[in-house]
Nanobody
C-alpha cells in the first residue's frame, strides 16, 4: 500500500507565504513525476507545478515567479513554497505522485488535500 500525505496549509494574508509539504510512504520502488494541483470552490482542479525525478520543473502561468516546487528523492517528498500569495490562490491543494511500487505496479497516487486560504 502507498500513502500520500500533505501538510502545511492554513490561513495567510495577501502577500504572505506558506510552504506545503507532501510525503509518499509505503511499498515504493521509485517515484517519477510529483505534482501539486489545486481546486477552488466551483472550479475544476488545475495543475500548479510539476517536478520530474531529475528536478525539471513546469509551472502554471498564474504562479510563475511566486511559487517554487522542489523535492527530496531520499525522503519521497515534494514541497511547494508559495510567496506573494493572492486571494485567488485560495483553494484545496493536492499532491500527486507517479509511483512504481515494490511489486512493479505503476500508478498515480493522490493525497487528501490541504486547505490554503488567502485573506484580502
Amino acid at each position: 500500500q502507498v500513502q500520500v500525505l500533505e501538510s502545511g496549509g492554513g490561513l495567510v494574508q495577501t502577500g504572505g507565504s506558506l510552504r506545503l509539504s507532501c510525503a509518499a510512504s509505503g511499498s515504493i520502488f521509485s517515484i517519477n513525476a510529483m505534482d501539486w494541483y489545486r481546486q477552488a470552490p466551483g472550479k475544476s482542479r488545475e495543475m500548479v507545478a510539476t517536478i520530474s525525478s531529475g528536478g525539471s520543473t513546469v509551472y502554471a502561468d498564474s504562479v510563475k515567479g511566486r511559487f517554487t516546487i522542489s523535492r527530496d528523492n531520499a525522503k519521497n517528498s515534494v514541497y511547494l513554497q508559495m510567496d506573494k500569495l493572492k486571494p485567488q490562490d485560495t483553494a484545496v491543494y493536492y499532491c500527486r505522485a507517479d509511483i512504481r511500487s515494490s511489486t512493479w505496479a505503476y500508478f498515480s497516487s493522490w493525497g487528501q488535500g490541504t486547505q490554503v486560504t488567502v485573506s484580502s
